[in-house]
């Protein structure tokens, strides 16, 4: 079993989702955005085959308006339950309907290296 499947719901409701410095945002058609992350260069990107097929140096996500009212809410700050919370309240849903959407949305994000999720440090906690 994977410490990723060992954590349970209020675990995930706890953490805090935090965006990839790396990440680029740009403008998107149709409204919305495309997030663009820095790939680890292999062996076949460079030379000579990198001068013969030029590869992409980032992997692009388009996200939809859904989508960027997710990430537009990964601040660092919001735990994983407050941004389920202000997406219910901004899409008119019950908590557990926007909770089965975001939590899978940010299982994704996190699985493309755009977000990683961490643990909000409490009062007392550090040293």
Not at 46 to 72: T, Y
């Amino acid at each position: 079993m994977s410490k990723q499947s060992a954590l349970t719901r209020s675990d995930l409701l706890d953490a805090v989702p935090v965006r990839n410095e790396k990440v680029s945002v740009e403008k998107g058609s149709g409204g919305g955005l495309v997030l663009g992350v820095p790939l680890r260069e292999r062996w076949y990107m460079k030379p000579p085959i990198g001068w013969v097929m030029p590869f992409s140096r980032r992997r692009r996500v388009a996200l939809d308006r859904l989508g960027m009212a997710v990430w537009e809410t990964c601040d660092g700050r919001r735990t994983v339950e407050e941004v389920v919370e202000a997406f219910a309240a901004r899409h008119h849903l019950t908590f557990h309907e926007a909770r089965v959407s975001v939590e899978q949305f940010l299982r994704e994000l996190v699985r493309r290296g755009l977000v990683v999720l961490t643990s909000r440090s409490r009062e007392g906690d550090e040293p």
